[in-house]
DNA sequence: GATGAATGAGTATTCATTCAT
DNA sequence: TATGAATGAATACTCATTCAT
């Protein structure tokens, strides 16, 4: 047991270290231009030996977004399961997460965003498919609760069933990708923060009842 | 003259059948997976043939957000200079012409905003990247007058330079990217439309002065 | 046939044209980097017509070492019937004649070493190839001769056959490629008459007797 | 150590084999007209492999030159460090060292002659490019210092600088390519050690003294 | 004759992936 | 497990040549 537990733990160490290095790589170089070289380069290992870790460039790539949409899993459940809170205490502490799950790794969850409905998407395997479907499905259905439950207590104005947590989650994505694309386009300085922070603020009065 | 105009519009029929067939395939495979004889074969002309009216393969995925940011830019510059309108009235209008401009090539802007922060971008030729680059300034600086003059009437609440048009824009590119990768990750059907709807409303009385 | 012969006429005169602007794009690109392309845009005509006047790229490469073998081959044989000079004066009219020959064109001289011996060769047509091996042929022969005299009359030692003819022409060859080489390699100045005299006088020394 | 060695020399002899594929090729085909595909197939090899072993097509052409030329250098100033021996001596020596580069490999030699003053030359690595230039001039370098000392010691004709070393090596490839033209233009049988026997024969008669 | 748009065969090169050691 | 040499399929792009006008 001792034995099997530490080969488990340096397993998964191994994990760790190839990830770390593809995000590096990734973000730097894009999907296609980076090469299983240049992250074996990177985390200081061999070709072949990312193989005996992840099945393929594309569930590698993918793996990046899964620790994301865990750590965003966890934020968003642990806000929606706070009993304690009012709903509109639960929103604010939403977008609190939300600026967290930002921070926790800016340059993946960009990353993120061009991973779904791109072609990668389709490419992979079932299981690890499925894993990131569940998740997102999950973390928008607890975001969607948060919301119902400022609705059923009038903080809220009603809309068609899940429109808040999409427009919550298109909100969030749309300003991180834009302000992400501004960077490229016009090298202009980094307001994500500020344009997020303004955002939801507007998004919080547009649906709080008078 | 008759066979020099002649001659021309023959060109630009070329160039229009290989943007239709170049559409189609890089929609249903994605830039990567297309090869530059699918859309040969799809436009019934030989690879060659690509190459004498797009530079290469980025030029040519590049060139269909072209013709999108063009109706953009038309679109709301018009609304813009309507100088009859009142500027509440000015971003009700601005709302329609993003439906519209949605409406006009769905697939194509989905396109548009994964070739903004992407590889793609770097390889351009300056002249194509600084076309796309100036629609895209141009388009948002004139959605940010349109909300300067609303501000200057008292109508919305005074935010740092274009939050308000940042935020409009994303709020649209964030609704689209994810109605799309719904359908992609759950096959739910499209309400682009309605969460479109309900998220500019949402926006409009967010923004509005109490 | 006045007619007939301006056609003619006008025919000669375009592919004159064509073989100009040929050699100046074949000297500056090399056969492989040069195109038809740009040749036609030099000479100002179409792709098109190219063809109409060479049956392909190597039979038009080649046509250009024509004129120049065809120049040679005059001026060799004038040397030859001179029947009023001694031998040794045929040879020292035979080195002025060299001296023109590279005079007249260096650059397509040296693309003609090139063409010898080379790939191109083996894909001409018969006709073509047999005209340039012909000349060849015939100016080596004339040359051959005239040191034939010269071994007849006791001026020089006497060889294998053509011992001295092919000497002659690969010390003139030899020293035209490495002068043209030097250049190339190391961007030295161009000795090339000054060696050539040199290597003339050496080699006519080499073979006079007593 | 054992095994970083045996690696080592498993390594060069696969680069003996590409390259004895390759001159294979290259002197049936030519430059231009072989594949890499060929080259691969002949060497027993995938098209990959070879790249892991050669930058590109041009510098595993220029590889086959710089072998040679690595064995004109040791043949060439082995000669010139001769001391016990006199200047006509180590011309004559010089000669013999020449017809054994020769046999060395004869067609690579040929082809060498092509790969200088060519195209190929100007898209060469530098590294390979300075050591092929450096090379050659260190031989022709030191092939000057044999013709020096004999003009010193009063039995050469004084020339301009290096002029007997450069007529020397242009008598050499000359008289080569001359041959291996005849060869391709008639079919004629292969005079070439006689021929440059003769040749040597003049060019130290037109040279010496008295 | 002249044109030049269209062709499409031809190829160097890359890189994800495998597998013998 | 880890390696990294070898693989070989895949593809953007070029350009000599043709042919309808």
Redesign the interface.
């Known amino acids: 047991m001792g034995i099997r537990e530490r080969k488990e733990r340096e397993k998964e160490r191994r994990r760790q270290q190839i990830i770390v290095a593809a995000k590096r790589v990734f973000s730097e170089?894009?999907?296609?231009?980076a090469t299983m070289e240049d992250i074996a380069t990177e985390a200081e290992l061999s070709p072949g030996t990312l193989y005996l870790y992840f099945k393929n460039k594309e569930e590698l790539y993918a793996s990046l977004s899964l620790r994301i949409l865990q750590y965003l899993y966890i934020r968003v459940t642990h806000v929606h399961k706070e009993t304690d809170l009012a709903p509109r205490a639960k929103v604010k502490a939403l977008i609190e997460a939300m600026y967290d799950v930002y921070d926790f790794d800016p340059l993946t969850i960009?990353n993120m965003?061009?991973l779904?409905?791109?072609?990668t998407?389709?490419n992979l395997s079932p299981e690890l498919l499925s894993e990131i479907?569940d998740l997102?499905?999950k973390s928008i259905g607890a975001i969607a609760e948060i919301f119902k439950e400022g609705i059923a207590n009038g903080d809220y104005i009603d809309?068609?069933p899940n429109?808040l947590a999409?427009?919550f989650?298109?909100?969030?994505?749309?300003?991180v990708?834009?302000?992400?694309?501004?960077?490229?386009?016009?090298h202009r300085k980094d307001?994500l923060k500020?344009?997020l922070h303004?955002?939801f603020?507007?998004?919080?009065?547009?649906?709080t009842l008078s």
Do not use: C, P
């Not at 989650?169 to 300003?175: A, K």
């Not at 990708?177 to 016009?186: F, T």
């Open positions: 170089k894009g999907f296609n231009k960009i965003f061009h779904q409905s791109s072609e998407l389709k479907k997102s499905r809309r068609h429109a999409d427009i989650w298109s909100l969030f994505s749309g300003v990708l834009w302000e992400a694309s501004k960077k490229i386009i016009d307001y500020q344009t303004t955002a603020e507007i998004f919080e009065k547009g649906i």
